[in-house]
């Protein structure tokens, strides 16, 4: 091996061409990671903190996708336990605790509230959630207690009055996905790893059958030219949704097909003033008219109302809410809120794509009763693909694929995982005080970089939201950010709480990114994407 990944000093700092020219330089690594999503970073910390080289190579930005459209909740998930999904509870519910840990200022506990408009209700759900509170152990955020209709209202602030007897409040967690996601990547960077967002993977390679490497292109190099190949011992595809795009890769080069292996689904969020349930914790209704769970969640100063389980057969880059979606979200939310959200109060909306994965012989249906589990498979080629799970068990998933890996002689035998207690980049000091996600976006998001950030040019110019000139710098110098869109849509989640807001800001954005990296950062499709999460279809 002429050139590893880890002859080089961390790069979490370094500017895209010395990382761009680096990737160049790499002849063979251990490990490469395609897909830059919380599976895939997960992956690429693990192994890098386990010894190992590794490059990640992500198509467009990190967590574009799935990643940063959940319902940025850490839970157990309380509908698997009704469905009588132990395992699973149970492993996110210790999970949780481990993911609160290592990111306390972007990951915190959330008290959530299921009203009751039944006297049956109270016990019914009162009881299951004390098992969800047993399976947690010592992993607990807190007890489950039962809440008269006077307590219920002043947790609930904004619940609709009518007919209300009482509620159940509970404990999950909350955080910012997309931002998490940006930590996983910078914690691997900073151990050594090699990571490229907008650097996809466009062949398979392969020697005598068997996958050993990739071809990679830089995609924002607009003469297409900027090109490269890195051979490795093993090949993960963490790509999620888009994991049967890279699978019809590795067959086409054995000139054969692909049977796809997901189902995905989709889900909706909208996003309204705090204003309709302005207290500090969150709203659950376990079971609607067709038996999915809506929640009211307070997020970054706003409250998000979602979600929906659509199947959906065609996956692309920014799926767009079923006018039925909205009508479902909205006329549930009236049932629980005091005062029903209308189309026009809505300030953003937008839709993500869950890689369910499809049991075998079934066709299209109902996507709500699939398993969240995650699934690795190993190819006759022997490339990985790992997909499925949820946010809350990247953790758990990226040791698993580790430890198949080895099981199946692509790795040698490694060290013990380090992931579960390893502090994430911008994590503070244990004791630290933290500042509720619920609150609006602010340099605490930043934890121990905050000084950092308010140090660069701008910390005093506000761009709304919380959002300065100074973190539009921080975003481009240390934070992989290449367009208006990384910055608003993830650096910031200007666009996922106001769009219209985010289209006043995007022209001083695009203007501190050419000053930054020599270009506005695709202003123009910005505002295009900005407006299609102001529109809602009704």
Known sequence: MKNSAC?????????????LA?????????????????????????????GLSVLLLESHDFAAGTSSRATKLVHGGVRYLAQGNIALVREALHERRALLANAPHLAQPLGFVMPAYRTWQLPFYGLGLKIYDGLAGAASLGATQWLNRDQTTRQLPGVNPVHLVGGVKYWDGQFDDARLALALARTAAAQGAVLLNYCPAVEILHEKGQVCGVRWQDALDPAGQRVGQVRARCVVNATGVWADDVRTLDDAARGRVATPMLAPSQGVHLV?????????????????????????????????????????????????????????????????????????????????????????????????????EHDIRLSPSRLVTVTGGKWTTYRAMAEDVLQYCVQHG????????????????????????????????????????????????????????GLTGAMVRFAARYEYACSVEDVLARRHRMLFLDAARAMQAAPEVARILEEEIGHSGALDAFLRLAAQYRTVPH
Request: hydrophobic residues 45%; positive net charge; aromatic residues 4%.
């Open 22 to 50: 680096r990737l160049a330089a790499l002849d063979e690594v251990d490990l490469i990671v395609i897909g830059g999503g919380a599976t895939g970073l997960g992956v690429a910390l693990d192994a890098r903190l386990r």
């Open 272 to 372: 309204v003033d705090r204003s309709f349930m302005p207290g500090g914790e969150a709203l659950l209704v376990p079971r609607t008219r067709d038996g999915r769970v809506l929640f009211a969640v307070p997020w970054l100063g706003h409250l998000i109302l979602g979600t929906t389980d659509t199947p959906r057969s065609h996956v692309v880059r920014e799926p767009q809410a079923l006018p039925e979606e909205v009508s479902f979200i909205l006329a549930e939310s009236a049932k629980v809120l005091a005062r029903a959200p209308r189309v026009d109060d809505v300030l953003s909306i937008w839709a993500g794509f869950r890689p369910l994965v499809k049991p075998a012989g079934r066709g299209r249906g109902e996507t709500r009763r699939l398993s969240r």
């Open 7 to 19: 002859d080089a000093p961390a790069l979490g700092l370094a500017p895209r061409q010395a990382l």
């Open 410 to 465: 692509l790795l040698a035998h490694l060290p013990a995982c380090r992931t579960a207690r390893f502090p994430l980049v911008g994590a503070p000091a244990p004791g630290t005080p933290a500042t509720p996600m619920t609150a609006m976006p602010g340099l605490h998001v930043y934890g121990s970089e905050a000084a950092i950030v308010r140090a660069l040019p701008g910390h005093d110019v506000d761009l709304g939201l």
